[in-house]
């Protein structure tokens, strides 16, 4: 089974802070995913990346970067915080080369971090 | 933009009973859709996917049937169970060309009543 895990289940941070989500998949997928996930407006994907070092950003990168610096992990880094970052954030991955032929692949998901900004 | 909805917003059913949750698209370019299960408080499990090439796929006790005509998907749980009592959003990729981008609807909240 795929794995996805979370370094964090529930986080609360202070306005200004750097903050710092892991996330780490143990099937040596290629593709990584950062989302956050709000009430009425579903799942909004922040960043992905489909190599080590690489990243694209998705519909909301603003106020994040990345980093994966090895293929099994996936940082979110919120250099610094406000309170309308509070969410709960979802990491996925994903097996399939980007741009191949084989077609879009299956996303799999942690359980998630509940980030709250005071 | 391209999106993907959801018809109804909640969904209360008696155990035992069959569920049925819809879910509507609008990019005819989309060629592979998902459908998750999500608990309170826990990340989206993958619960079954369907490619554009097909009209029907079946897994334990959930079937997805997929109307390209009409831009519709639906999910179809059999007998349904306590257990079963989450939120169901599906997936679509709005292009096709783009594999690894998916677009999500909202939900549907599933009750499953004892």
């Known amino acids: 089974d795929v794995k996805v895990t979370q370094s964090s289940r529930y986080l609360v941070k202070r306005t200004g802070e750097k903050v710092f989500l892991e996330c780490v998949q143990d099937m040596d997928h290629e593709n990584m995913f950062w989302y956050r996930q709000d009430p009425g407006l579903g799942l909004r994907l922040i960043y992905f990346?489909?190599?080590?070092?690489?990243?694209e950003k998705g519909d909301i990168p603003e106020g994040y970067s990345v980093s994966r610096e090895k293929k099994e992990r996936f940082s979110l880094i919120l250099e610094s915080a406000s309170t309308n970052q509070t969410s709960m954030y979802l990491c996925?991955?994903?097996?399939?080369?980007?741009?191949?032929?084989?077609?879009?692949?299956?996303?799999?998901f942690g359980p998630g971090t509940r980030l709250t900004v005071l | 933009g391209e999106s993907v909805g959801l018809h109804l917003p909640t969904l209360s059913v008696q155990e035992g009973d069959n569920s049925i949750i819809n879910c509507a698209y609008s990019?005819?370019?989309?060629?592979?859709f998902i459908w998750y299960k999500q608990e309170s408080g826990k990340g989206p499990q993958f619960i079954i996917d369907i490619r554009s090439n097909m009209d029907k796929r079946q897994g334990q006790r959930v079937t997805v049937l997929l109307n390209k005509t009409v831009k519709h998907l639906s999910l179809q749980i059999a007998a349904t169970q306590p257990g079963d009592s989450a939120v169901y959003f599906c997936?679509?990729?709005?292009?096709?060309?783009?594999?690894?981008?998916?677009?999500f609807g909202k939900g549907t909240l599933l009750t499953v009543n004892p």
């Open positions: 996925a991955s994903s097996l399939t080369p980007l741009r191949t032929d084989r077609g879009t692949d299956t996303q799999y």
């Open positions: 990346s489909y190599d080590v070092k690489m990243k």
């Open positions: 990019n005819s370019a989309s060629d592979y």
């Open positions: 997936a679509e990729t709005p292009d096709g060309g783009s594999n690894y981008k998916l677009t």
